[in-house]
């Protein structure tokens, strides 16, 4: 047929003719040489994995004429096959060619597949009973999609349960059509040469004939909206009629490759599956050919070429100690080839469809939009060596180099970025003999030796010469492990690793600096600790314009503009790239977003609700609003209680969170699924988990019928805490007073000896102390016009002196002189006090390593985060800074004492100029002058003997 035109007429009124007989081995015919290319391509991955084929059988179900297997069979050591075809004509030359290979063997069957899979695995197991296999190698192509319509009583894990059974070892391969990937579920779709009227019949036709729902629309003379799997068939429709007119009422887009990876994972107990998604070169052919148009109707960006065919390859090597939901340690063999690096360029491909945005995978860019021109270059602060900061790009142009670093910085400020264009950079010079191996991989991961040991066999690492490179890790979340998987990391990896290697890892500064940074034997092995700092003003207008211009939304820096011009705060979080990125996301999505973004948690609430209006609106969550949020919130209370544990598995899918996601997909979007079991490891970037907990802490401190202990007797992270107190600032004053008379009354209900024995039952006294601990911090948070009575009470009547410490400090923070005085009092030299407040600032700041309950300061500990801290807020300006100023002046005075130090030059300027004056406050403001007189004097004639007399 020569003109579109002229094939859809024909599409349209003669779809429903069967072909003539003789098509059917014309049709088997031209599958001939793909069935060479697909088992050239199973062949050689299994040589180079150093499978014995000699022990292994070769089942082909769906195989057409046989091509596959009798090439598997004539040209490996594979001496058994079985081929399973439904067509009549393709079996019986399939069985006339295979009597040509004797004594090897081919045995044929007919039928359905459904129907004659346990006739497959009996002859197989009959051949592993006589001793002639032991594995199987099962090759099932281009034929699962088709089942569903044609296979009576079609189930998958029955099929893939029988062909894959209990074989040691055991390969499975297929390759199918699928669900396009990178689209969302709607596009707007245009044909160069039909009018949208003819694509509209086109595509209603094809509906009613796959029974595919959504609904169809012009949009203007040339344009058609339509479900994005409606697309794809109608684009199939188009460029294979010619070919294969039969295959007309079949449904290309049937299989989800996710569920089709899980099944195949369940079914393969203990093996791993890996996907490869790709393209026919005959339909990127002709979808260039005819100049298909795709864009999103939401963002009206151009979408790229879909790609609408994915390939699983699934390998058990063994089931010794295999259990569902668990997989075994891997019998990987390396080639004898020598190293080869296809992994490093499966990698890449990976990395470089990561999406760009936590969310919604169909629809979100990629890193693809960024790489390599649009990547903004960090700056990075050295902490080991004196010196400035440098671009991420300067400090990378040294490499190979001697040593380990650790990036570290705030959550979102670009650490994982940073290890992902490292690791691009490296990747795009992989064919250079001298450039360096890089891996990039997470910190549990590389704590787990069955990882280590794929890793070596896959690279040629360990026992196997690498030749001249050097091998770069880059190991990721290395603050989501806790200090049993660090020590196995460092003890196992790094003490481990030659002296040529080199190490990056990211880690969240408060985790390295409290967790990595004071433990010597950790810290040794870190040659610099660079901090990544927030993005200067220029960094920011160039993302920004570089976004604006590759997602062609052409008024997209003016809303931008307009909306740090009206919000000072909002233009603060544009310093952290993922806050912008979300900032970024509302105004494409929503130009007229609230102009009064004033902290981090009121740009994640809003995000959150916006993306789950979206996705409701768009049909992709169906579960509502307020399921999926219990959902997620869930999950990141799962995530959080399990966080980095040994053998942590993250969340398995069990039956009941694979139905939510079968009816809810867009709740998947925001969480990491993988497998080695199929799990959820996490949310896309783990600050949303702690929005989440956040807003869950919030609602249950306001809640008078909740139980705190559900959620305070978690030692929650800084970022979360940070999260809470800034979703409090965010309360009108009426509802900040309601919830502190609340919160006075949940504190009474924790007290030993409470009023409620039968609500707080069986509730431990240290449960009832940290849930106290708890209350009283978020009470001495929150603005209030008075000080809460409750700080007072507890200053006077806990008897721990976390408690009061916590109790007296909040109290401070609302203005109350006579607690401020009392404590200050009890603040003296070598005083038990004296030491609590020293050991708890040291655990706080990072300078020690344990919890507040049971650390105390020996006097010898380096305290220099603390120091700096401390005089950070001395120099600082906030109602905060001020409130906590006698106390700070106090706190350093005491450290200084405690160590026989005294002030330099820089410091004596802040001690200077941190003196308050305020007419109402005479008294306090007298005081903050004489303790920085007695600071001052330190650096002249240090305390000998330790003490100073207080007045």
């Known amino acids: ?163 894959l059974w209990d074989w040691d070892p055991c390969f499975f391969f297929c390759r199918e059509p699928c669900t396009p990937q990178h689209w969302p579920p709607r596009v707007k779709l245009s044909v160069p040469g039909l009018g949208s009227e003819r694509l509209e019949a086109l595509a209603r036709h094809i509906r009613g004939m796959l029974k595919i729902g959504g609904d169809i629309l012009r949009s203007g003379p040339d344009c058609v ?72 109707p939401d963002t009206h960006v151009s979408l790229p070429l879909p790609t609408v065919f994915v390939r699983l390859a699934g390998k058990r090597w063994t089931r010794r100690n295999a259990g569902l939901g668990n997989s075994a340690t891997p019998m990987v063999r390396y080639s004898a080839q020598g190293p080869q690096w296809p992994s490093v360029a499966e990698q890449a491909e990976r990395t470089l469809n990561l999406p760009l945005l936590p969310w919604s995978p169909r629809g979100s860019p990629s890193l693809r939009l960024l790489w390599p021109e649009s990547f903004i270059d960090p700056k990075l602060q050295p902490h080991k060596t004196p010196g400035g900061s440098k671009r991420l790009t300067e400090w990378t142009s040294g490499l190979p180099m001697q040593g380990h670093l650790a990036v570290v910085g705030a959550p979102g400020a670009g650490k994982s970025t940073a290890l992902r264009r490292i690791f691009l950079d490296l990747a795009s010079r992989i064919s250079d003999p001298a450039a360096p191996l890089p891996v990039l991989g997470h910190a549990l991961d590389f704590a787990n030796p069955d990882y280590r040991e794929r890793l070596a066999a896959e690279f040629g690492l360990g026992e196997r010469k690498r030749g001249a490179r050097q091998v770069v890790y880059l190991v990721d979340g290395l603050d989501e492990v806790d200090g049993q998987v660090a020590d196995r990391f460092v003890k196992e990896f790094l003490d481990v690793l030659p002296v040529e290697a080199c190490a990056w890892i990211a880690c969240r500064s408060e985790y390295f600096f409290n967790r990595i940074g004071t433990i010597e034997r950790y810290s040794q092995h870190f040659r610099e600790v660079l901090e990544v700092l927030p993005w200067e003003p220029e960094d920011v207008r160039q993302f920004v314009h570089f976004y604006s211009d590759r997602l062609g939304v052409e008024d997209l820096q003016e809303r931008f503009d307009t909306l740090v011009r009206r919000s000072s705060r909002a233009l603060a979080l544009t310093q952290n790239p993922f806050q912008l990125t979300l900032i970024l996301y509302l105004l494409v999505h929503e130009p007229n977003v609230r102009h009064n973004l004033e902290n981090a948690f009121e740009l994640y609430d809003q995000f959150y609700g916006h993306w789950l209006e979206r996705e409701t609106h768009r049909g992709t969550s169906k579960q509502g609003e307020e399921a999926v949020r219990k959902f997620h919130t869930e999950l990141a209370e799962r995530f959080f209680d399990s966080r980095g544990t040994v053998g942590a598995q993250g969340v398995l899918i069990d039956s009941a969170i694979s139905s939510f996601l079968d009816r809810d997909s867009a709740a998947g979007d925001l969480l990491r699924i993988e497998k080695h079991p199929t799990r959820i490891a996490g949310f896309r970037h783990e600050t949303i988990g702690e929005y989440l907990l956040a807003s869950q802490i919030l609602k249950a401190l306001g809640d008078e019928s909740s139980r705190l202990e559900d959620v305070l007797l978690r030692t929650y992270t800084f970022e979360t805490n940070e999260f809470v107190r800034e979703a409090i600032s965010l309360l009108a004053p009426s ?217």
Request: with cysteine; net charge negative.
């Open 225 to 296: 909206l339509l479900q994005s799997d409606l697309a794809v068939e109608l684009l199939f429709k188009l460029f294979y009629l010619d070919d294969y007119p039969h295959e007309i009422e079949e449904r290309v887009t049937s299989v989800d490759p996710h569920r089709l990876r899980v099944a195949v994972e369940r079914a393969l107990i203990g093996g791993e599956v890996s996907a490869t998604y790709l393209n026919s070169g005959s339909f990127e052919r002709l979808y260039r050919q005819y100049q298909i148009k795709v864009e999103d």
């Open 735 to 951: 509802q900040r007073e309601q919830l502190v008379q609340l919160l006075a009354n949940r504190y009474s209900e924790y007290l030993e000896g409470s009023e409620f024995p039968v609500l707080r039952e069986g509730i431990a006294a240290a449960s009832k102390l940290r849930i106290r601990e708890q209350v009283l911090y978020y009470l001495g948070r929150i603005p209030s016009r008075v000080c809460p009575e409750v700080l007072r009470v507890a200053y006077q009547s806990e008897r721990h002196p976390l408690l009061v410490r916590i109790a007296a400090l909040g109290a401070i923070l609302h203005g109350d002189g006579d607690v401020e005085e009392s404590y200050l009092s009890r603040l003296i030299p070598g005083a038990p006090w004296d030491l609590d407040n020293r050991s708890i600032q040291l655990v706080y700041f990072g300078d020690a390593h344990g919890d507040f309950y049971s650390f105390r300061d020996d006097g010898r500990r380096p305290w220099s985060r603390t120091r700096s801290a401390v005089l950070k807020r001395l120099s600082g300006t906030t109602h905060r800074d001020r409130m906590l100023r006698w106390w700070d002046l106090r706190t350093l005075h005491l450290f200084l004492l405690s160590r026989g130090e005294s002030l330099d030059e820089s410091e004596c300027a802040i001690v200077k100029a941190a003196g308050i004056d305020e007419p109402d406050q005479d008294h306090r403001a007298h005081n903050i002058a004489g303790e920085i007189d007695a600071l001052l004097g330190l650096r002249t004639a240090p305390s000998t003997s330790g003490r100073t007399e207080w007045h």
């Open 1 to 163: 047929m020569n003109s579109l035109d002229e094939k859809i007429k024909h599409l349209l009124g003669q779809a429903g003719e069967s072909p003539p007989v003789s098509f059917n081995l014309q049709y088997h015919k031209s599958f001939e040489e793909s069935g060479r290319r697909k088992a050239e391509e199973i062949l050689g991955e299994l040589k180079r994995d150093g499978a014995e084929l000699n022990r292994l059988a070769y089942l082909s179900v769906g195989g057409s004429d046989g091509s596959e297997i009798l090439h598997v069979l004539a040209n490996s050591p594979v001496e058994y096959g079985v081929l399973l075809e439904f067509d009549d004509a393709a079996a019986q030359a399939a069985e006339l060619r295979g009597h040509g290979l004797a004594p090897k063997l081919l045995q044929v069957l007919r039928g359905d597949a459904s129907q004659k899979i346990e006739t497959c695995r009996k002859l197989l197991q009959s051949w592993q009973t006589a001793g002639k296999i032991d594995g199987l190698i099962c090759s099932i192509q281009a034929v699962l999609h088709e089942l569903p319509t044609r296979s009576p009583n079609f189930d998958l894990n029955h099929l893939l349960g029988e062909a």
